[in-house]
């Protein structure tokens, strides 16, 4: 069966169980969504799409963006970046500072929030432009000018941020975090409030389904041990305490975002984007792992 | 046997011992303090003052002010301030922000960082200009003009202060913070920074051992209620993760601040001070609290 | 005013105010008492009892006990005791397991399930008939023949132990533990079913309040210093994660049990019992702690 | 290349190389073993053995049996055991019970020492002879009678076995936990004192490279899903809290034990046993760990 009557069967299935969830409501930009959007591109080695439903609307991709800061930090400061962040699950809800305390300053992993600030500071050390620099990688690897910043989000988010803000002063505290922490925020704040359709979510993950190889920006964009090792990392800690329970039922590398996307990839294969607004407990899209779940049970293809 | 002979005892037995400790050392102002200091002065309620030793040199009174901080706080808020502090021991380091997100923002007692932050916040809603009112507070009930801010310290603590600062910003993801971040953390690094002589300290702290009253100021301070309840928090929290220890000691009630010195009643007897810079691994007077056993088992007097 | 009329006032107001609260259900043995039972009884430093309400009806003293059995251990262990068992606050419900496993199998305080274990270990190793020994203690320091072990509820705790017997069992594997797991647990469950009225469980702390002496037991039970300490661990401990909250509103050294009493001391002027088996959801009585809040109040006594 | 030249030159850089470790030392019985030991098997889905070291030496492959008892209950029970346990890392050593205590006696995972009694209890629930029949099972699947239980280890790990005995009741007194605590322990204790050489260890777990297919078995011995199922478990919680950084270096799923074994599948290609005694700090084998590594570079194989 090919790719694209999979995705719409598990489209069909999906929309019929219709599980519902909450949609992510800490600042008025993402609680306004409508809940009822669900789209799903895959694409595969060659770049073929494949999509189905609303896979051409723009929604905030969230912590998803880690993935992309990951990715332009890690060449740059490999190994040296892991004594500042570890690779370890945490087990832990995304946003806790308990643990920082008790590890002392070093997050658990770079998708955690603590870690992903930690990512940021690095990124701001290395690049003199950050937030435009991000948004041209993410085009280039794409293959397209699609990704944008939604100010009003970024904004709430900053309105919103003392919990992020409290996390930088603490790992400032534990001599972890280099730059200012106002221009750190302003890098993470825009990079997770960054606007990206399904399709042009999936053709950004496509290098990692590739050894490192994007066919879109066509060039090497990581080694191949370093794509594998995102990879690693994506599925050990890519849905923050619900890490396992990914991997048990999907049992691909992705990360999620509480826009209610998640993107992932099953290497060799193809990479995939899913977005439905409405979350799950643990703040994971539930219509979007459901539908990868199907869809790996039909393909028979997962990691395992 | 009186007073005098008796702290004067003390002091020689605590001088032959030389039980030795560390002083503060995360900002270079603590560290360079003389090591070999030591004064003691109690004040009876007749406002007789009995010292030994360094007991006429300026010390940074550190946490101890939040003792002053409180009282000019608890009869304007009391009770709806305990409704965002409350009033258990820690058990836990006083810099902790683990139990602060177990406990969803509530610090446990106002005499840990994070209470003392509340509780800054709640003066900078209730005086016009708090760091000024605090000197003018503390004067009143020493009955001098003694007491000043060494800005230098300030300024250090300031600039040391991303744990502080975390701590804020925590504070006002939970909504228990009001007032801007700066504005609080200048009050707190201002009252944190006082220097007070042993008998200064001492003559402050008369009116928790006079049901509220002060001799120094000639006026009632705290209601009877309120002063027992002031002394009741030192007891059980006056001292961080070593609270139970002090009061299994010394059975007073007491604050500490990590300068060294410790202010401590006995109620209806007389208020004491006792300074001398090298703490134990708690962050507590090593000789100060040695003094402080001494004294009640040579007088008899302890609450128990 | 005198004693018998002051009690008498509390205990008019508490029964009007009738603050309720719920019976411990975790065994069917103490969720079938009569939740209405209320009673007080104070007796003076001369042995003159005060007594209201049902004063005279045996409950289960319960973690009450821990006094006791704390009191035959100290004098033979002080000070190594101290190496086993801590002096802090728990900050923690009674029955954690989760802080003894960071603080390596020394439990916070003798009054905690786990610290309480280590004392009736430490009671094995010393006394050779422990159970008995500790009814026989209890009926020399209370001047009667009246304290029982209820079996119907020792069986019933042994019965639903699953967790106590964890303590234990993790205690041993820190090397924390001397004696076989269950004679160890036999001897604690007992004391734990001992049952007494308020007037008896008055007198058996009697001796706290006097520095040590029991006028019942017509001698010296502790050293004035070691009765002290006991007082103090009271005021930090004795109520689990609400002791600062009693020592806030009450200001006595006291011990809770989820029978429903409270066994309280005034130093130098009296001890107490009261008894009502609804509880708070830390595990107290909402009666007695209101009665004694009241009482310090009237009484303008406390220890601050 | 071939695997035999693969495992060779592995086996020769491990060797030069040298990194130490320490052997585990809790009981006399491991703490004895012969430090230079060093073995590799890797078994084909042809069922082809390629073996280089102390491939045919017996070693106590301890809490790698975890995984063949899951193996026996899993079906039996899938999906209500998911309610017992959890499939989430745990982010903490292996023994810990303040985990389970804040998880209200859920384990995390069913590879923590905690995880594995619920499931030695569900085994004891479902099978007459427990420890006989896991016997005869890990025989079955192994295509050899190799498999014996050393009882100097059992009875060893038994008399150390406080810690697990406090686990065991601390989960009855969660109601998860059906069958009399002794019993459970003894099978417990039984399956991790068995003793394989790398060889058998890696052909028991062939039929998880082989979608649950046991050539040498010659059955189906867990469904495809179930099978992948499990790989996705040692995958993210196989390692104990370094399961993060297996996953990074190797990216194999897989499963170690303080005797010094790790055994490991390839999905489709083959499984693998390791054995070198000298751990690291976590309690994984210092040169097994290594061998992997250096494998699946040289393969360019690895689930990512």
């Known amino acids: 069966m090919d790719y694209q009557s999979i995705i719409e069967e598990v489209y069909q299935e999906v929309q019929q169980e219709n599980q519902r969830g909450k949609v992510a409501n800490y600042i008025p930009e993402l609680a306004h969504v409508n809940p009822d959007q669900f789209g799903i591109a895959l694409v595969d080695l060659q770049?073929?799409?494949?999509?189905?439903?609303?896979?051409?609307?723009p929604f905030s991709i969230q912590s998803i963006s880690k993935v992309h800061t990951l990715t332009m930090v890690f060449p740059k400061f490999d190994p040296q970046l892991w004594s500042r962040v570890n690779v370890e699950p945490s087990g832990n809800p995304f946003n806790s500072i308990a643990q920082?305390?008790?590890?002392?300053?070093?997050?658990?992993n770079p998708f955690?929030?603590?870690?992903?600030?930690?990512?940021?500071?690095a990124l701001c050390s290395k690049y003199d432009h950050p937030t435009?620099?991000?948004?041209?990688?993410?085009?280039?690897?794409?293959?397209?000018?699609?990704?944008?910043?939604?100010?009003?989000?970024?904004?709430?988010?900053?309105?919103h941020g003392e919990r992020n803000t409290a996390l930088a002063?603490?790992?400032?505290?534990?001599?972890?975090f280099d730059n200012p922490v106002?221009?750190?925020?302003?890098?993470?704040?825009?990079?997770?409030?960054?606007?990206?359709?399904?399709?042009?979510?999936?053709?950004?993950?496509?290098?990692?389904a590739n050894d490192g190889y994007s066919i879109f920006g066509e060039r090497k964009i990581l080694s191949e041990s370093h794509a594998r090792r995102i990879n690693a990392l994506m599925l050990t800690c890519g849905f923050y305490d619900e890490a396992g329970?990914?991997?048990?039922?999907?049992?691909?590398p992705g990360k999620s975002g509480v826009g209610g996307g998640v993107a992932a990839v099953m290497p060799h294969k193809f990479s995939i984007a899913v977005w439905c607004p409405e979350l799950n407990e643990k703040g994971n899209s539930v219509k979007a792992i459901r539908a990868l779940e199907l869809l790996t049970d039909k393909l028979s293809f997962s990691l395992f």
Chains 1, 2, 3, 4 share one sequence.
Do not use: W
């Not at 770049?47 to 609307?57: K, P, R």
């Not at 955690?112 to 500071?121: E, Q, S, T, W, Y």
């Not at 993470?188 to 960054?194: E, G, R």
């Open 47 to 57: 770049g073929n799409v494949f999509a189905v439903g609303d896979s051409q609307i």
């Open 182 to 208: 106002d221009q750190v925020l302003e890098v993470y704040f825009s990079h997770c409030a960054m606007e990206m359709t399904c399709e042009d979510l999936a053709r950004s993950f496509s290098f990692l």
């Open 100 to 108: 920082l305390e008790y590890e002392k300053g070093i997050p658990r």
């Open 245 to 252: 329970e990914f991997a048990y039922r999907v049992g691909l």
């Open 112 to 121: 955690i929030n603590a870690g992903a600030l930690v990512i940021a500071d």
């Open 132 to 159: 435009e620099q991000i948004l041209e990688f993410i085009n280039e690897i794409a293959g397209k000018n699609s990704v944008s910043i939604n100010s009003a989000v970024k904004n709430s988010e900053k309105n």
């Open 169 to 176: 002063y603490f790992l400032k505290s534990y001599k972890n």
